[in-house]
């Protein structure tokens, strides 16, 4: 196969604001070989997440999002290269997952090709590359074969994924929520608001979501069960968090930062939680947030960021409790699927604006050959 042509997307220039088409370039590139304990995988599909963008080069000055190393695990340096925090121009595009030598951490799913790992064999289905591109040689090592039997394959991606592992941890670990308690939830109709939204729904407190546009709120109250969804584009946050949330907010799970931070803040109560798990609408530069630091010390507030990375090993739990409750017919995931390796910048494009239909946001690369009659 080293003859055939392989497809990958490189980092084409510094973005400004959003990224477009034109941030990146589609080349063709050989095959890649196999080194000893590697994995050729045929790509199906691919995780477009909003994180990925602070690891982009910009074209003006960075955010402070994107001024830290907070994107990497806490032993990042420990990483090997390509630098986990940064994605830099000529570079392959990344599906947002820094590297890693855990099998939980890919960003692809795939069909092997050809093997020099003993754990896998041609035909297997494999979760473990993390790049935009066709063909891609991993590690077996820091990859999971995947049972289509157990689960569809792009459930490493989407409801066993990435993003809703994060919400898993931020939510079990983090919130210390209590039943009749009042959380609040931005994004609640992203990848990770869906899960956190019925999680928190199940366990007896009182959910509100915050979202844009009415269809993704109509989904998150009738579909996810949430109790009330505000439109973050309809008008005053402030306002509508009186009305549903008369008593103040509990805790607030946070995964869009900037303007819609303060007006949530604002409404905490005393002994209540932030929980800083997303900065989507920071990433791009547009939008920042100031917090009052004499109301977080009235209040004995509790501020909490978390690096889902820093929980890998709690991922096969998550993975065993996500499985049982899909299998169960309890948990309901939505996701969007973009066709052909072409339309990967303009999914990410879409998933940082929020201009999409809601749920995990995936890209389709090539036949998904695990599914009856495809």
């Known amino acids: 196969m080293s003859d055939a042509l392989n497809r990958v997307w490189r980092v084409a220039r510094p973005i400004k604001g959003l990224p477009s088409a034109a941030a ?41 999002v994107a001024r830290n190393a907070s994107a990497g695990r806490a032993n990042a340096s420990e990483d090997a290269l390509p630098d986990p925090t940064h994605i830099r121009v000529g570079e392959r595009m990344r599906s947002g997952i820094v590297p890693s030598t855990s099998p939980f951490a890919g960003g692809t799913v795939g069909q092997v090709v050809a093997s020099r790992h003993s754990g896998f064999a041609p035909g297997d289905y494999i979760f473990g590359g993390r790049h935009w591109q066709a063909f891609e040689a991993v590690d077996g090592d820091a990859s999971l074969k995947i049972d289509p039997a157990e689960l569809p394959i792009e459930a490493d991606l989407t409801l066993a994924g990435r993003s809703a592992f994060t919400g898993w941890v931020g939510y079990r670990r983090i919130a210390a929520a209590k039943s009749g308690e009042t959380i609040v939830i931005s994004s609640a109709a992203g990848a990770v608001g869906m899960l956190v939204v019925q999680m928190a729904k199940a366990a007896g407190l009182r959910v509100i979501g915050i979202t844009s546009g009415a269809a993704k709120c109509a989904f998150v ?32 799970f946070d995964n869009v930062g900037g303007n819609l931070q303060r007006p949530v803040f604002d409404r905490l109560k005393p002994f209540g939680r932030l929980i800083v798990c997303g900065m989507a609408a920071e990433y791009g530069g547009a939008e920042s947030s100031s917090l009052p630091t004499g109301s977080i010390l009235a ?45 990967a910048p303009r999914a990410l494009a879409d998933c940082l604006s929020g201009d999409n239909a809601g749920g995990k946001i995936l890209v389709q690369v090539s036949r998904d050959t695990s599914r009856a009659g495809d």
């Open 24 to 64: 990146f370039r589609l080349e063709d590139a050989p095959m890649p070989e196999l080194d000893a304990g590697q994995v050729l995988m045929r790509t199906i599909y691919i995780s477009i997440a909003p994180g990925v963008r602070p690891l982009l080069p910009y074209a003006e000055a960075e955010p402070d």
């Open 221 to 252: 109250t009738r579909e996810l069960g949430a109790h009330a969804c505000i439109d973050r584009a309809a008008g005053d946050i402030g306002a509508a968090l009186d009305q549903v949330a008369p008593a103040g907010v509990d805790i607030y």
């Open 299 to 343: 209040k004995r507030l509790r501020i909490e960021g978390f690096v889902v990375l820093d929980h890998d090993h709690e991922y096969p739990v998550f993975r065993q409790e996500l499985a049982r409750l899909w299998r169960e017919g309890k948990l309901i995931y939505r996701q969007q699927v973009y066709h052909g390796l072409e339309q």
